[in-house]
Nanobody
């Protein structure tokens, strides 16, 4: 059974940093794409970054490009999202999700993720 558990959220001041972790179990990162998503109150869920297990390729939404960095540690079965220069508009619940590389489509990179974590709250406020 695929399981993903996010951690690392919290309250941070504007301009600050947080590192989110997504610990996975029941599958091998090598064969999956892990995505980070977020959902703010009253807004649709937004895909913000992914990392491919097969080749390590990454992608970022324009809203986070240059500020967020996704990485993985296969030995620890964990994917990270380093978030710098945080803004109040980054406030949301952040989720990680997984899709097998065979089902992943780069033309629609934030669709088709079937396994999700429970989410972790990130609040950016002074």
């Amino acid at each position: 059974q695929l399981q993903l558990v996010e951690s690392g959220g919290g309250l941070v001041q504007p301009g600050g940093s947080l590192r989110l972790s997504c610990a996975v179990s029941g599958f091998t990162l090598d064969y999956y794409v892990i995505g980070w998503f977020r959902q703010a109150p009253g807004q649709e869920r937004e895909g913000i970054s992914y990392i491919s297990g097969s080749d390590g390729s990454t992608d970022y939404a324009d809203s986070v490009k240059g500020r967020f960095t996704i990485s993985r540690d296969n030995a620890k079965d964990t994917v990270y999202l380093q978030m710098n220069s945080l803004k109040p508009e980054d406030t949301a619940i952040y989720y990680c999700a997984a899709v097998h590389t065979r089902l992943f489509r780069r033309v629609a990179p934030y669709r088709g993720f079937g396994s999700w974590g429970q989410g972790t709250q990130v609040t950016v406020s002074s």
